[in-house]
C-alpha cells in the first residue's frame, strides 16, 4: 500500500530550513473499544508514565518509538536530508463520544541540502554586498564610481529575479536570502545616492559654492585624525610680493638704469603708483628724489607684475579651496567606507545566522535502500 502526503512548507528561513512533516493514522468509524492500534515496535517504544487522560478532544501520548519509519526501502534525496522519524500513540476522547479514540502520529524532520544554494545564491549575493563597499574606495578622479554601483545595481536585480523562480511563491512570510537581497538592495541604492553626493563635492568651485566653518572643522581638522588620514603638506607655490619684486627693482635716473632701488625707495615707488593711478599716471610723487624717473614701459611693466602677481594669488587661493572640496569628499569617502564595511558584515551575519538549520548537529539517517 502506498500514501501520498503534502506536507505545509514554511520558508521563513530558506534555504537553511528544517520542515516538520507528519502522518496520522486513525479511526473514525470504531471507538478503541473495537480496535486498537498498536506500532510494530511497540516493544523498543518509550512509554510516558503516569499520562493524565484529557477529555474534549485533546490527544494524550501513550508512548514513543524513536524509529517508527521502516528506512529500507527509502532512496537517498539529492534535496532533503531526513533527521528523525518518530511515532507515537494517542489517545483522545471526544466531547460526543465516552469511548476512547486511538491514533499513530508519525513525524518526518526533514533538513534543506544548503550546499547548491550556498554556492549558487548565497556566495554571489556576499559578494555582490561587498561590491557595493567598493565603490567608496574607488577614487572620484577615475569617473567611474557611479558606473560601477549602477552596474552592481543592475546585476543584484537581475540576480533577484533569477531568485523569484527558486523560492516558492507565498505572501506569508519572508524567506532568509530575501530578506539578505533585500537589504543588499537598499545598500547598494544608499551607496548610489551617496555616491552622487560625494561627486558634487569633490566637483565644486569657488566661483559656485563657498566651504562652511563647521564643514572645515569638521572633515578637515576632527575627522581625518579619528580616521587615521594625513593630509601631505601643500606645497607654498605663492609668490612673495615683497621679496620677488623688491630683489629684481631695477631703478633710473636721467642717466639711465643705475642698478636696484634701494627698499626705502621702493616703497615710495609703490606709494607713488598708488597715487599714479588716482591722480594721473603723468604726476610724480613730490617725495620722490628729483633724479629718479620711471620710463613709461617701466612702470607698464610693473603694473603688468602687480596684476600677474595678484591673478597667481587668486589662482592659488583658489586651487587650494578646490583641493579642500576634493579633501572632504576623500574623507567622506573613508567614513562611509568604515560604516558600509561594518553594515556589510553586521548585516551578513546577522540574517544568515538567524537559521537554526546552521546550529543542528544532528546527521541525517542513512539506513537506505540500496541503490
Known sequence: MIYKSYCAINIEYYPFDIQDCYMKFGTWTFDGNLINLEHINQNNSIPVLNPVIRKGGISTKLYTVETGIDMSD???????????????????????????????????????????????????????????????????????????GISILVALLVFYLLLIELIPPTSLVIPLLGKYLLFTLILVNLSILLTIFILNLHHRKPNTHKMPF????????????????????????????????????????????????????????????????????????????????????VTDAFNGIRYINKQMK????????????????????????????????????????????????REELRKFHDQ
Do not use: H
Open 74 to 148: 527509502f532512496y537517498q534525496s539529492v534535496e532533503w536530508d531526513v533527521l528523525s522519524i518518530p511515532a507515537q500513540k494517542n489517545i483522545k476522547y471526544y466531547d460526543c463520544c465516552v469511548e476512547p479514540y486511538y491514533d499513530i502520529y508519525f513525524n518526518i524532520t526533514i533538513r534543506r541540502k544548503t550546499l547548491f544554494y550556498t554556492v549558487n545564491l548565497i556566495i554571489p549575493c556576499v559578494n555582490i554586498s561587498f561590491l557595493s563597499v567598493l565603490v567608496f574606495y574607488l577614487p572620484s578622479d577615475s569617473g567611474e564610481k557611479l558606473t560601477l
Open 314 to 361: 587668486k589662482e592659488s587661493a583658489d586651487r587650494k579651496e578646490i583641493d579642500d572640496w576634493k579633501y572632504v569628499s576623500m574623507v567622506i569617502d573613508r567614513l562611509l567606507l568604515w560604516i558600509f564595511t561594518a553594515a556589510c558584515l553586521i548585516g551578513t551575519f546577522g540574517i544568515l545566522l538567524q537559521a537554526p538549520s546552521i546550529y543542528d548537529t
Open 214 to 297: 563647521w564643514m572645515k572643522r569638521l572633515f578637515i581638522e576632527i575627522l581625518p585624525k579619528l580616521l587615521l588620514i594625513e593630509r601631505p603638506d601643500a606645497v607654498n607655490c605663492q609668490l612673495d610680493e615683497g621679496v620677488k619684486i623688491k630683489k629684481f627693482m631695477p631703478c633710473f635716473n636721467s642717466n639711465g638704469l643705475v642698478g636696484s632701488c634701494a627698499e626705502d625707495q621702493f616703497s615710495d615707488f609703490e606709494q607713488n603708483l598708488s597715487k599714479q593711478k588716482s591722480e594721473s599716471m603723468k604726476s610724480v610723487n613730490s617725495s620722490l628724489n628729483e633724479k629718479t624717473i620711471y620710463p613709461k614701459k
